[in-house]
């Protein structure tokens, strides 16, 4: 049989449907074979054009992007996902983007007048049953339509109705793929890259011919030895690609400065809350935490969003010695809370205690009580640091040698006095704090944790103080305030002094907080009450609470309680 050759019209068919492939595909289509086929999909095109004939046969690639109707797909496999799982529900993964089915097509010279082109399709989240079904259906809607052009109706089927057809519509599942452990030996992954697809390089021609007659293909197996872990890793891995490209070709409003950006000037503060910000804003945020060692506020600036940020964001926006940082703080707040680690009094190197206390240094062989920090002494109590001081002070008595360390000593030794005396320990974090003045509501400045200073307990705000057990103020930090103002009245004649106290306190209304009962003052006609204990909103005239983000605006109006009035 003598070899077929193409006509003057099929070839202008075949490049006329290239052409239209490639304009409306876009990256998405690849030229593999032709005359003089560079990479460059633009300069191919061109040199098709010109081509009043061509003798060797066309091939191309179309990555067909899948469309899903609801716009999200669950993915599940065998085993199901915990719901506890960041991003997960407890049907499966959800993904917005699946990889593309890659559909290589060989075009014949007598295409389409004749023969039907080599249809191959491939995608990593198909079985080989379901690429056979496709395969099937492409040649069944060319018999239907012989003689004319093909490929763009087979472009546009599988894109809008090949998950239909297959039974697909808003759930995938993987369980029908190899079992864990199987390796697989075909190289098709690569395929679903989206490097791969934006790649110009020339493939291998994916085609056989025997005696001028061109096949169908046979349907690639890509998946066949792939476990349904591996195949459901690829498509997350995929989903997260395509998300990134299209947050950096977007523009957006960053949440701190409230200026535009665009995409690749932002970071998203969790992919959890998607608040976005740009990438200055962000890095001086988080080099400010870093630097202050508060690494427990870096979370999303939203007021309303207490989302941690995303570790590679603060990563990315910090810089080399600011990671340091971050890593020695984490590292020592680790370390903190292990309870066995101490650090060695002479080199501090990180050493662990026994169970009597005694740790050994592994640098400089150090024995020392973990209590206190002096050479091991069994048997014996450890000395206080006003006995310490005293000690050290008739040691150094009467000679001259070593005053500067005497004196280092000295002040170290008067501090843990002090702390010991006046200050007490974060329940949390163990950073010794002392009260200047005020309430006993305590902040913790290392770790951010509230507690109580009278009874040393965490506490998750002003309720600890409603059940009576613990006073917010006591007793001598009122007679101090007392003091201070009876002090500052001093020497101001007694009718001087009663205006001033009208003054101070005019004929303000009050009532009692529905919530703790606390008595809460009305600042002039305003009906929006806040209580100075508890800190809860309630309305003065209705006396109802006001919980709730826009609560306030909710409740009054002309119809219901008046934010305003002298009553």
Same mark, same amino acid.
């Given at each position: ?5 193409r ?10 449907? @290239?052409?239209?492939?490639? &304009? ?6 690849t ?33 067909v ?6 716009g999200?797909?669950?993915? +599940? ?5 915990? &719901? ?17 089915? %890659?559909?290589?097509?060989? %075009? ?13 399709? &491939? ?49 995938l ?28 390089? /020339? ?50 409003? !960053? ?10 000037? !932002? ?8 608040h ?16 202050e ?12 969003? #207490?989302? /941690? ?8 926006? %910090? ?8 890593? &020695? @703080? ?12 101490? $650090?060695?009094p ?38 206080s /640091?006003?006995?310490k001081?005293?000690?050290? +002070? ?21 501090n843990l ?9 974060? /329940?949390?974090?163990?950073m ?6 005020? !309430? ?21 705000? $002003? ?15 009122i ?32 009532? +009692? ?6 008595i809460? $003052? #009305? ?45």
């Amino acid at each position: 049989m003598g070899v077929m050759t193409r006509t003057e019209d099929d070839w202008q068919q075949q490049l006329d449907e @290239v052409v239209a492939l490639a &304009s409306i595909l876009d990256t998405d289509f690849t030229l593999t074979a032709g005359p003089e086929v560079s990479g460059d999909i633009e300069q191919d095109i061109s040199a098709l054009a010109l081509a009043s004939s061509c003798s060797e046969q066309l091939e191309c690639t179309a990555a067909v992007r899948v469309a899903f109707p609801s716009g999200i797909m669950t993915i +599940r496999d065998a085993l199901q996902p915990s &719901s506890s799982t960041a991003g997960v529900t407890q049907s499966g993964w959800p993904v917005q983007h699946l990889p593309p089915i %890659l559909l290589q097509l060989s %075009l014949p010279s007598t295409y389409p007048s004749e023969q039907p082109p080599n249809a191959r399709i &491939s995608a990593t989240w198909l079985t080989s049953h379901q690429i056979q079904q496709l395969q099937q259906h492409l040649l069944d809607m060319w018999n239907a339509a012989s003689g004319l052009p093909i490929c763009y109706t087979w472009v546009d089927w599988l894109q809008q109705d090949a998950l239909a057809y297959l039974g697909i519509s808003d759930t995938l599942d993987l369980s029908q793929f190899a079992a864990p452990g199987i390796s697989n030996t075909h190289d098709q992954m690569a395929t679903t890259s989206p490097d791969i697809l934006n790649s110009r390089q /020339p493939s291998p021609k994916a085609h056989s011919e025997h005696d001028g007659q061109h096949q169908h293909a046979e349907p690639c197996q890509p998946c066949q030895n792939q476990s349904a872990e591996e195949v459901l890793m690829d498509l997350l891995r995929f989903d997260a690609a395509e998300k990134l490209r299209a947050f950096h070709r977007g523009t957006w409003t !960053c949440g701190i400065c409230f200026e535009q950006f665009p995409g690749r000037a !932002c970071v998203q503060a969790s992919l959890q809350c998607g608040h976005v910000y740009c990438q200055s804003c962000m890095a001086q945020q988080c080099a400010l935490h870093v630097k202050e060692g508060s690494l427990e506020f870096l979370r999303c600036p939203e007021p309303d969003c #207490k989302e /941690p940020l995303d570790r590679q964001m603060v990563k990315s926006v %910090l810089s080399d010695e600011q990671n340091n940082r971050l890593e &020695s @703080v984490e590292l020592e707040r680790t370390l903190n809370h292990m309870m066995d680690a101490v $650090y060695c009094p002479r080199c501090s190197t990180i050493s662990l205690e026994d169970e009597d206390n005694c740790a050994q240094c592994s640098n400089c062989f150090f024995a020392f009580c973990s209590l206190c920090n002096e050479s091991w002494h069994p048997g014996t109590k450890c000395l206080s /640091p006003e006995d310490k001081l005293e000690l050290m +002070r008739r040691r150094m008595a009467g000679t001259k040698s070593g005053d500067r360390e005497f004196r280092k000593r000295e002040a170290e030794l008067q501090n843990l006095a002090h702390i010991e005396k006046n200050c007490k320990q974060c /329940p949390a974090c163990g950073m010794a704090i002392e009260r200047s003045e005020g !309430c006993n509501k305590m902040t913790c400045t290392s770790c951010g944790v509230f507690f109580c200073y009278r009874c040393n307990q965490q506490i998750d705000g $002003y309720k600890h103080y409603w059940n009576g057990n613990c006073i917010l103020f006591d007793l001598s930090e009122i007679e101090r305030w007392e003091a201070e103002v009876g002090q500052q009245m001093m020497g101001v004649p007694e009718e001087q002094r009663r205006g001033a106290d009208a003054a101070a306190r005019p004929a303000v209304k009050s009532c +009692r907080c529905p919530r703790c009962g606390r008595i809460a $003052y #009305k600042e002039g006609n305003n009906n929006n009450m806040r209580c100075p204990a508890c800190t809860a909103n309630f309305c003065y005239l209705c006396k109802e609470l006001l919980a709730g983000r826009g609560a306030s605006g909710r409740h009054f109006g002309p119809k219901t309680c008046k934010q305003h009035s002298p009553d």
